[in-house]
């Protein structure tokens, strides 16, 4: 069985432009969560995502949005860059929600640079 | 406001020895437990979990300890071998719906030396 996968793996914008990050979950997994992960920060969590519908959000502005689609497939949005995105965006999916005991299988990554 | 600290960013341990990873965390409403390790341009993957009804969960050479009173937790790799250098993330979750319930700690850079 695929793992969950994870595109582009790296990537260099400008502060102003937008970016998109996409991410497949494992088939058959119908939960997607997005972490950040910065030196020193460990994984903040930013959205959940389970059949479609947005079931969380973490603590993140607005520039931050995301979708599912109908596949489980997930994208991630950051419109107006900022230095400070710059980190390793993960995905995560799994087969129920991803809290507790219900494990979560993670991608390995889009390296966002943000100049 | 860091609810699960690892205040060792780096640890470094002989082959064969004992490794001990610690973690903290300060919301006594967490319930459950888990540990993921990370290799370099790979996702995290899960390691260990405890359950707060539970004081140790032992998998091969990996055993968690939680102590609830403390609120603390670590992680003990016996023996270490030198696959296990990765960075080791602690996390803790309120109850079981949600990704959003799992506050995740800083990591902790494991290095095995020969």
């Known amino acids: 069985k695929a793992g969950v996968t994870q595109t582009p793996r790296y990537l260099i914008k400008t502060r102003g432009q937008q970016v998109t990050l996409s991410c497949s979950p494992i088939s058959g997994h119908r939960s997607v969560s997005w972490y950040q992960q910065t030196p020193g920060q460990g994984l903040q969590f930013l959205f959940e995502?389970?059949?479609?519908?947005?079931?969380n959000k973490g603590n993140f502005p607005g520039r931050f949005s995301g979708r599912q689609f109908s596949n489980s497939r997930s994208e991630m949005n950051v419109s107006t860059l900022e230095l400070g995105d710059s980190a390793l965006y993960l995905c995560a999916s799994s087969l129920l929600a991803g809290g507790g005991n219900n494990e979560q299988f993670f991608g390995p990554g889009t390296r966002l640079t943000v100049l | 406001d860091q609810q699960v600290k690892q205040n060792s960013p780096s640890l470094s341990v002989q082959e064969g020895r004992i490794s001990i990873l610690n973690c903290d965390y300060t919301n006594s409403m967490f319930d459950y437990f888990l540990w993921y390790k990370k290799y370099p341009a790979e996702g995290p993957t899960f390691l260990i979990s405890i359950s707060s009804i539970k004081d140790k969960n032992e998998d091969g050479r990996f055993t968690v300890f939680l102590n609830k009173s403390a609120k603390h937790l670590s992680l003990h790799i016996v023996p270490s071998q030198p696959g296990d250098s990765a960075v080791y993330f602690c996390?803790?979750?309120?109850?079981?719906?949600?990704?959003?319930?799992?506050?995740f700690g800083s990591g902790t850079r494991l290095s095995i030396r020969p």
């Open positions: 995502y389970f059949s479609e519908t947005q079931r």
């Open positions: 996390a803790a979750s309120r109850g079981y719906s949600s990704a959003s319930k799992i506050i």
